[in-house]
C-alpha cells in the first residue's frame, strides 16, 4: 500500500510540473517581441551603436517620393545622430525605445506610438537598454533628400536607463519612465 | 481498493484535461491577429462592406505631405472601389486579405507584404473571407489630394474564396492561393 501511495505521489507531481512548464513556455513567447518583417543584416557600426537591423521596405521612387523600412533594435542599440531633409515619421509596432531630437529631453516610445521629427533637425532613436524596439520609419519627399549621418550616441547622452537614474517630473505624472515600463 | 482506483483515475483524467486546456488556450491566443493600434470605431457602410476599423494615426500637414492610418478588417470585410490621386502604399502588419486593381487579377495580401497601389488607380483591399487583415495605409503627396471613393465591391467581384473556386495556375506556383493559405 506505501509504494502505491508513492507512486500515485510521483505520478501526480510529474503532471504537475507538466502543467507549470506549459504555463511557463506560454509567458517567455509572449515577453518576445512580434516580428512582421525579415530581421535582416546587421546595420554598419558607421550608422548604427549595438546590433541594429535595418530592412528596406519600400524603396525612394519618383511617383511616390517615400522610402519606408524597419529597423529591429536589441536591448542598448541605437542609431547615430541624423537628420532627414524632408522629416520622418516613425511608427512602433513592438517594445519599448527612446527617441531624441537634440536639445530636448529624451522621449520613450512604444508600441503602438507615433512620432514625427521635422526636416533637418538632429535626433537619433532606438531600443532602451533592457526591452527591444521594432519600429517602422517612413522619409517622405525623397526628393529633397534622404538622410546625414552624424557621430555616435555617447553612453553619456544614452543614460536614461543608468542605474542612478531618477525619474523625472514629467514621467512620474504619466507613469512612462523606463523606471516603471522596463 | 475498487474506490482507490476510480479516486485515482479521476485525480489523474482532471489533471490531463487540466494541461490540455491551457494547450488549448495557448493556440487560440496565438491564432488571434496582432493588435498594435486602438481598434477605433466601425467604418462607415458608404465606404466599406462589413466590419472595417479605420484609424487616424498621422494626418496630412503641409510639412510631411503624407497620410497614415491602420484599418482592422474583420474576415469578409473590405472597402470599397476608390482611387488616390497620389498613389497609396500598403503594409500589412498581420493577418490574410486580398487585394485589387481594377481589371486586374485578386492578388493575395499577408503578414509583411508591402503593396504600391498607382496614383489614380481604382482599387479595393480587405480581408480574405475567413481571416482578418491588420494593414497600415500611407497616401504620399497628400497636397496632390487623398482619395476618391467609388462604388462597393459586389459579392461576385469579391469570389476568390467562393467554393467552387479554383485555383488559379500563378496561384498553384507560388503556394499563394487563399484555398492553401487560409
Not at 511557463?24 to 551603436?49: A, H, V, Y
Not at 525605445?97 to 529631453?105: D, L, N, S
Not at 526591452?131 to 517622405?140: C, R, T
Amino acid at each position: 500500500m506505501k509504494i502505491k501511495k508513492i507512486t500515485i505521489a510521483i505520478i501526480i507531481s510529474t503532471m504537475i510540473l507538466a502543467c507549470n512548464q506549459n504555463k511557463s513556455t506560454m509567458k517567455e513567447t509572449t515577453q518576445e517581441l512580434t516580428t512582421i518583417f525579415p530581421k535582416g543584416e546587421k546595420g554598419s557600426s558607421d550608422l548604427f551603436t549595438g546590433n541594429a537591423y535595418p530592412t528596406a521596405l519600400v524603396d525612394a521612387d519618383s511617383i511616390y517620393n517615400t522610402l519606408v523600412g524597419n529597423v529591429y533594435f536589441e536591448p542598448g542599440a541605437r542609431s547615430h545622430w541624423h537628420s532627414h531633409p524632408a522629416g520622418q515619421i516613425l511608427i512602433i509596432t513592438d517594445g519599448i525605445g527612446y527617441h531624441q531630437i537634440e536639445g530636448k529631453p529624451i522621449e520613450i516610445i512604444k508600441k503602438g506610438d507615433v512620432v514625427k521629427c521635422p526636416p533637418n533637425v538632429k535626433h537619433w532613436h532606438g531600443a532602451s537598454a533592457d526591452v527591444g524596439l521594432q519600429q517602422l520609419y517612413i522619409i517622405p519627399n525623397t526628393e529633397k533628400g534622404i538622410v546625414q549621418w552624424k557621430e555616435a550616441v555617447t553612453e553619456e547622452q544614452y543614460v536614461i536607463n543608468n542605474s542612478n537614474h531618477k525619474c523625472p517630473k514629467r514621467f512620474k505624472r504619466t507613469n512612462r519612465c523606463p523606471c516603471l515600463l522596463v
